[in-house]
């Protein structure tokens, strides 16, 4: 019966929720209600961006009170707070999960229920809507951009087309480090460019395959593909590739290391912006913006570069980040930068 916050925090996210948790103290209860509780406050957005306040309750020990009691001791819990009571439980019987429906208590049962019926409908028509009215998609978001690369880059081609290969949003994002809802939202682009089809409605853990082999895939995506440089700035430091924080060569620097061409006067990089914003936070002085103390120019980049290698970023976001700049290579050069990759077509750039 115990359940930890924390998975109550990941399920609601799984489900496309932000939920904000955190310990609610001295509450005017009643003391016979107050010793078999812990209570938290939580703060849920639905996808509508509405705010739903609940309070969590929890038992402190592993005791199953009976549904009566807990349906009456959530109703005095919600009166006093002024909250929606939700009690938050794991691996109770079925018998147990049935009573808990059938007398419309609130409960959440991580990985299996969510039975809040003051929001269910809000939910349920929030998800209609989207049904009836999938939002096109102009560009990929900077997360979903860097899912499908990656997966390009790491899955077998006998996973693209994928009936026969079923992948977790776990699975697909091969090690980048998103979030619960960053992950929802590229998952959700990716099925609405056509390129990721979703094989099940389960709410929790759904399942996913793509549409067509990786050629196929990188053909239909490409023109939702965008540079992921956000800004360009000279720094007054010698830099280095290096994996913490990830920095890579880039631009002009990156093609020379890719395809054997002599490097800029000064050398390029990129960086992620998560890594730029930390490492400027304390200090910012190795930012210039005179020329004749520039050692360095430094891309910072909406994701880090997906390349195996921190010297050479990934062939395609470096593709993204020259076209349209003096550094372009033409068509024979895309082809000498990108030949080891059989599924991707020089002439779609």
């Known amino acids: 019966m115990l359940v930890e916050r924390a998975a109550i925090r990941e399920y609601s996210e799984q489900l496309g929720l932000k939920a904000e948790v955190a310990i609610a103290k001295d509450l005017d ?9 812990n209570f938290h406050w939580m703060d849920v957005t639905l996808p509508s961006k509405e705010k739903v306040q609940l309070i969590l309750v929890l038992t402190e020990r592993n005791v199953t009170p009976t549904v009566m009691e807990l349906k009456a001791d959530l109703d005095v819990i919600s009166k006093k707070v002024g909250r929606i009571a939700v009690f938050g439980c794991s691996g109770i019987r079925p018998a147990q999960r049935r009573n808990l429906l059938e007398q ?3 409960f959440i049962e991580p990985g299996r229920h969510y039975f809040i019926p003051e929001m269910m409908l809000a939910m349920v028509d929030e998800a209609r809507k989207r049904r009836e009215a999938p939002e096109k998609v102009k560009a990929l978001t900077p997360a979903a951009q860097a899912v499908l690369l990656a997966n390009l880059y790491v899955k077998p081609k006998e996973d693209f087309p994928g ?3 079923r992948m977790t949003q776990r699975d697909l994002l091969c090690g980048l480090d998103y979030s619960r ?3 929802n939202k590229a998952t959700d682009e990716l099925v609405a460019a056509g390129v990721l089809q979703k094989l099940d409605d389960r709410p929790y853990n759904p399942e996913y395959s793509f549409v067509g082999d990786k050629e196929e895939v990188l053909a239909k995506a490409w023109p ?4 992921p440089v956000k800004r360009t700035v000279m720094v007054s430091i010698e830099l280095k590739p290096s994996m913490q924080p990830r920095i890579s060569w880039a631009g002009a620097s ?13 050398p390029v990089f990129c960086m992620s912006l998560k890594d ?3 490492a400027k936070t304390d200090d910012d002085s190795w930012i210039t913006t005179d020329p004749a103390q520039a050692k360095a120019f430094l891309q910072v980049w909406s ?11 990934d062939e395609l976001s470096l593709l993204l980040s020259l076209k349209g700049t003096p550094e372009m290579p033409d068509y024979s050069g895309v082809s000498t930068l990108t030949g080891h990759l059989q599924w991707f077509r020089p002439e779609e750039i």
């Open 254 to 266: 990156g093609l020379a290391e890719h395809i054997g061409l002599d490097h800029p006067e000064l």
């Open 163 to 165: 009936l026969k290969t």
């Open 104 to 106: 419309n208590v609130n």
């Open 181 to 183: 809802p960053a992950i």
């Open 276 to 278: 730029f914003n930390a």
């Open 303 to 313: 994701y880090a570069s997906l390349g195996q290698q921190p010297q050479e970023p």
């Open 29 to 37: 209860i009643p003391d016979s209600i107050n010793e078999k509780f």
């Open 224 to 227: 939702l593909l965008s540079s």
